[in-house]
């Protein structure tokens, strides 16, 4: 599908335009003169002679060669360059792709692959999972594998964490594609169905983990060939996962699921509430933190009962059991916080991503535990869910045969990794050292005094900037409440829905000299802190902010946008500019623009080179940015020298993660790219992970030893104590998604036979009529099995066949069946020419038969797949418990499962034929 277009797409969405450019070759304008990367230590032999992988090193001949072609390279023009996309077509040639790719991105973006780049693009090329230490430029290195796959043939997926990070990467490094005659497609949450269809269709898509997984559901639900949105061949793709520890480990433990709602009992869950808060933990429940799970006692039983009137918690009446309600409203009172696990809105509450630190938006948690977790707030309880499709990461991502990834931080889990999803990991040597220090973590007695050693470092940081690491709201506000009491203003960049339109501002501004800032989990949030300040991003702000006071949007628009910051944001002063912006604002306003087609136009103005075709409009914003950014920058760039002297930047953690690979995150937001930076981490034995595994042992011990509040701990012994807390976390949620998988290997299997059939339902057109045909003769088979020996209970049989068959009462009762009676197989011959001729006659009497049938053989499959999913689920539970009784739940799950599953094919074709033919 390459091609060579030039032109910009608009794309109009729910109720916003998606800009998405398309393949425009740029000319080289006002480029600067190429580092001489030689010079430094990311050269071929010292990148290579410090490799610690065998994988790395054995790439050096085609670094190499990439190397020795760049010069031949740089000396094409535009259009020849562009026309290596159609040579390589032809003959593919891995090292002549990526050279190409590395003078589209120097043309285009101005940014130049270092080896080490080259060198993760070989490993994804070869399906490896590639480890890039934070700020190596995984983002831009995902281009050599994807042009690569492409020119040989195949569409891509390039697979985010969120919707943001797809849209960014698209806009941006979409257009070294476009240059190259590569089409791009994105696809956003809120896009309708035509449109991600359009977008799929590309050569390479940006999209998140979960838009896809939920496409390939829905398409599995969809009831027209035409809603299918993927296409049939998108298993074939090749498949770049980023940030691949975060969606294939981390985000692994939790199902793609898809529900529909049932009204839920809202006085069971609030008199569920009222007894929760009056049952006492030992007495009359047991609560195991690390698994988030609490198990009523007996004497809990007896109580709950007693106070609920009723002989068993486990009867069930009036539209299930109390054991479900009172479990969930203990597993809500004492698992689960506000601020740390949920947010709480006007009338709803909305699950907070530990790992990121953001709202997920529309998930709930299931098994009752949401609704529970809503009458402990007082919050009216919305509607239960019933599962209609669900699918987990192990097995989505494992069905692509061409898959590869990469991410920061992946080494201590490569064995897991190459167990479920059969991807090798390889570490990847930094262009330049790490110049970052790590200092020892600082322990204290409390909570309170943990902050206040931190206040003081923050004070005593005598100018750096400082990002403080925080894990849940409500510390990181009560943090920055305390360093206003020291006189610092500290910026707030939390999963509170009014900080997020802010993000870009807060970064751009955190590496400046004295800023603070306080984020929750700023580890997941893929964002880099440039040290003096990103000059870019405060030009683009800048210039945001006075076109969205020029009026350029359409009324009401403005909302979607982050206001005007605040005096003193900007360096300098650039007013200066305010009569250009002026002028194209005039242009702007003529084009009815809405806040996402403005900061598109702004990310291609801001983002890219000068192109040949650009609209006056986006030169004229090119223009003015170039100018801004270049006054910011001469500010900028002294203040990143002075952030430098001072130390660079230093990252604060208040809490020990549960993933050692979180907070190794965190730690690398300073010391990127050869920058100075350091780390400490400030805790307390009154912390979740101490708690969790002991801490109150510790604290006993210091009480005997009478240390103060306030001394600091930096033993080896308690380091390592922590160390080995989080391999016990990791170990335990290790074992989740074991179970997970092990449970999900059985349904994946079960999964792919349904959904290849329906695939194939939706495939077969007018064809249909036969399938009918053959399911009717199998539900005569099924009614003359269920009716004795050889169909002697011809009543029986007579009677089932009416009601599947109106047409044949008063034409096969009970006495012209009984000369067959124990007789099945003449019986059967006999009954399939009668219910034959009933189903043909139903076709011509039928207007539209075919589309029909398919349609009520879809439904039929999809409610019988639906009760399937929750009958196995209740199975899982089931099976659990009756590992108490020393049976192996893996074993029982197994066989139990696949009992369920012979029935279910039976279902189906009763369900669809009984619909069609009572129709």
């Given amino acids: 599908m390459i091609r060579s277009a030039v032109l910009?797409?608009?794309?109009?969405?729910?109720?916003?335009?998606?800009?998405?450019?398309?393949?425009?070759?740029?000319?080289?304008?006002?480029?600067?003169?190429?580092?001489?990367?030689?010079?430094?230590?990311?050269?071929?032999?010292?990148?290579?002679?410090?490799?610690?992988?065998?994988?790395?090193?054995?790439?050096?001949?085609?670094?190499?060669?990439?190397?020795?072609?760049?010069?031949?390279?740089?000396?094409?023009?535009?259009?020849a360059l562009s026309q290596l996309t159609q040579t390589l077509t032809a003959k593919p040639n891995t090292p002549l792709a990526f050279a190409a790719v590395r003078e589209a991105s120097w043309r285009v973006l101005?940014?130049?692959?270092?080896?080490?780049?080259?060198?993760?693009?070989?490993?994804?090329?070869?399906?490896?999972?590639?480890?890039?230490?934070?700020?190596?430029?995984?983002?831009?290195?995902?281009?050599?594998?994807?042009?690569?796959?492409?020119?040989?043939?195949?569409?891509?997926?390039?697979?985010?964490?969120n919707d943001y990070l797809a849209r960014r990467d698209s806009l941006v490094n979409g257009q070294v594609l476009n240059f190259l005659g590569v089409t791009t497609g994105l696809i956003q949450g809120g896009m309708a169905e035509d449109e991600r269809r359009k977008q799929y269709d590309n050569d390479v898509v940006w999209v998140s983990n979960q838009e896809i997984g939920f496409d390939y559901l829905r398409d599995h639900l969809?009831?027209?060939?035409?809603?299918?949105?993927?296409?049939?061949?998108?298993?074939?793709?090749?498949?770049?996962?980023?940030?691949?520890?975060?969606?294939?480990?981390d985000e692994a433990r939790t199902p793609l699921i898809i529900s529909e709602s049932v009204d839920a009992d809202g006085t069971k869950f609030a008199n569920a509430k009222i007894l929760a808060d009056n049952l006492q933990p030992k007495l009359h429940y047991d609560v195991d933190v690390k698994k988030k799970n609490a198990v009523l006692t007996e004497q809990g039983?007896?109580?709950?009962?007693?106070?609920?009137?009723?002989?068993?918690?486990?009867?069930v009446k009036d539209g299930g059991s109390w054991v479900q309600y009172v479990t969930s409203a203990v597993m809500a009172k004492e698992l689960f916080k506000p601020d740390v696990d949920y947010a709480i809105g006007p009338d709803s509450i909305s699950i907070i991503d530990s790992f990121s630190g953001r709202v997920l938006e529309g998930r709930k948690y299931k098994d009752g535990l949401h609704q529970a977790i809503e009458a402990k707030e007082g919050i009216t309880v919305s509607k239960q869910s019933r599962v209609v499709a669900k699918v987990t990461y192990q097995a989505f991502f494992g069905m692509f045969k061409d898959?590869?990834?990469?991410?920061?931080t992946a080494k201590t889990s490569e064995v897991e990794l190459k167990d479920v999803y059969n991807i090798e990991v390889v570490r990847v040597p930094t262009a330049l050292p790490v110049a970052r220090r790590d200092y020892k973590d600082v322990v204290f007695k409390t909570r309170r005094a943990a902050d206040e050693a931190l206040a003081k470092e923050v004070v005593a940081a005598g100018g750096r900037p400082v990002l403080v690491g925080t894990t849940s709201v409500e510390q990181s506000e009560r943090i920055v409440a305390r360093l206003q009491e020291e006189g610092i203003v500290a910026?707030?960049?939390?999963?509170?829905?009014?900080?997020?339109?802010?993000?870009?501002?807060?970064?751009?501004?955190?590496?400046?000299?004295?800023?603070?800032?306080?984020?929750?989990?700023?580890?997941?949030?893929?964002?880099?802190?440039?040290?003096?300040?990103?000059?870019?991003?405060?030009?683009?702000?800048?210039?945001?902010?006075?076109?969205?006071?020029?009026?350029?949007?359409?009324d009401g628009e403005e909302a979607f946008l982050?206001?005007?910051?605040?005096?003193?944001?900007?360096?300098?002063?650039?007013?200066?500019?305010?009569?250009?912006?002026g002028k194209v604002a005039k242009d702007l306003k003529k084009m009815g623009l809405t806040a996402d087609s403005l900061t598109q136009i702004l990310s291609v103005a801001c983002d890219a080179t000068e192109g040949e075709d650009d609209e006056a409009y986006v030169t004229a914003v090119r223009e003015i940015f170039e100018s801004v950014e270049g006054k910011f920058k001469d500010v900028l760039g002294e203040e990143a020298e002075e952030v430098k002297r001072l130390g660079g930047l230093y990252v604060m953690g208040t809490n020990r993660h549960e993933s050692p690979r979180i907070d190794r995150q965190l730690r690398g937001r300073a010391g990127r790219q050869g920058d100075p930076g350091s780390s400490r981490f400030f805790l307390?034995?009154?912390?979740?992970?101490?708690?969790?595994?002991?801490?109150?042992?510790?604290?006993?011990?210091?009480?005997?030893?009478?240390?103060?509040?306030?001394?600091?701990?930096?033993?080896?012994?308690?380091?390592?104590?922590?160390?080995?807390?989080?391999?016990?976390?990791?170990?335990?949620?290790?074992?989740?998604?074991?179970?997970?998988?092990?449970?999900?290997?059985?349904?994946?299997?079960?999964?792919?036979?349904?959904?290849?059939?329906?695939?194939?339902?939706?495939?077969?057109?007018?064809?249909?009529?036969?399938l009918v045909s053959e399911m009717a003769e199998e539900v005569v088979n099924d009614i003359i099995a269920g009716a004795g020996k050889g169909g002697k209970e011809v009543g029986k049989i007579a009677e089932l066949l009416v009601q599947f068959f109106p047409q044949l009462s008063g034409v096969v009762g009970e006495g012209e069946l009984g000369k067959y009676k124990g007789k099945g197989k003449e019986m059967g011959e006999f009954l399939k020419i009668a219910v034959g001729e009933a189903v043909e006659a139903k076709k011509g009497t039928t207007k539209e038969f075919e589309k029909k049938a398919q349609y009520l053989t879809l439904l039929a499959l999809d409610n019988a797949w639906s009760q399937h999913l929750n009958n196995m689920e209740s199975l899982v539970e089931s099976v659990t418990l009756r590992g108490y009784r020393g049976l192996d739940p893996k074993i029982e799950y197994q066989q139990d499962g696949f009992e369920l599953f012979k029935g279910l094919e039976g279902t189906i074709r009763r369900n669809a034929v009984y619909s069609l033919m009572n129709q």
């Fill in 8 to 79: 910009y797409i608009l794309l109009i969405g729910n109720a916003h335009t998606f800009l998405i450019p398309s393949f425009a070759p740029k000319p080289i304008c006002k480029l600067p003169t190429k580092p001489l990367f030689s010079a430094t230590v990311s050269s071929e032999d010292t990148l290579f002679q410090y490799a610690e992988d065998a994988a790395v090193k054995s790439l050096s001949s085609v670094v190499s060669e990439i190397n020795s072609i760049e010069a031949k390279v740089e000396e094409m023009d535009d259009y």
């Fill in 110 to 161: 101005t940014q130049r692959h270092y080896d080490c780049q080259l060198v993760g693009g070989l490993l994804m090329d070869a399906n490896k999972l590639c480890e890039m230490q934070t700020g190596e430029g995984k983002t831009l290195t995902t281009l050599l594998p994807v042009y690569n796959k492409v020119v040989s043939g195949k569409k891509c997926f390039i697979v985010t964490t």
């Fill in 222 to 249: 969809s009831m027209t060939k035409e809603g299918v949105v993927l296409g049939d061949d998108w298993v074939e793709r090749f498949c770049l996962v980023d940030e691949a520890d975060s969606i294939f480990i």
């Fill in 301 to 315: 039983f007896m109580d709950a009962e007693k106070a609920l009137g009723v002989d068993s918690l486990f009867e």
């Fill in 403 to 408: 898959l590869s990834a990469m991410t920061g």
């Fill in 491 to 554: 910026e707030l960049l939390n999963a509170d829905a009014k900080n997020a339109p802010r993000e870009s501002e807060i970064v751009a501004q955190a590496g400046r000299v004295g800023r603070v800032t306080v984020a929750t989990n700023m580890a997941g949030r893929g964002t880099d802190i440039k040290l003096g300040g990103d000059a870019g991003i405060m030009a683009q702000i800048y210039l945001r902010s006075k076109l969205v006071e020029a009026k350029v949007l359409v």
């Fill in 562 to 581: 982050p206001a005007t910051p605040a005096e003193g944001y900007f360096p300098v002063d650039v007013s200066e500019f305010d009569g250009e912006i």
């Fill in 684 to 770: 307390s034995f009154e912390d979740d992970m101490f708690k969790v595994f002991g801490g109150d042992k510790l604290t006993k011990m210091l009480e005997v030893f009478r240390v103060s509040e306030d001394m600091p701990i930096e033993a080896e012994s308690v380091t390592k104590t922590l160390d080995d807390v989080q391999l016990k976390v990791e170990e335990n949620y290790r074992e989740i998604r074991d179970n997970v998988r092990t449970f999900d290997e059985v349904l994946n299997g079960q999964r792919l036979v349904i959904y290849q059939r329906r695939m194939r339902m939706l495939g077969r057109g007018g064809e249909f009529g036969d």
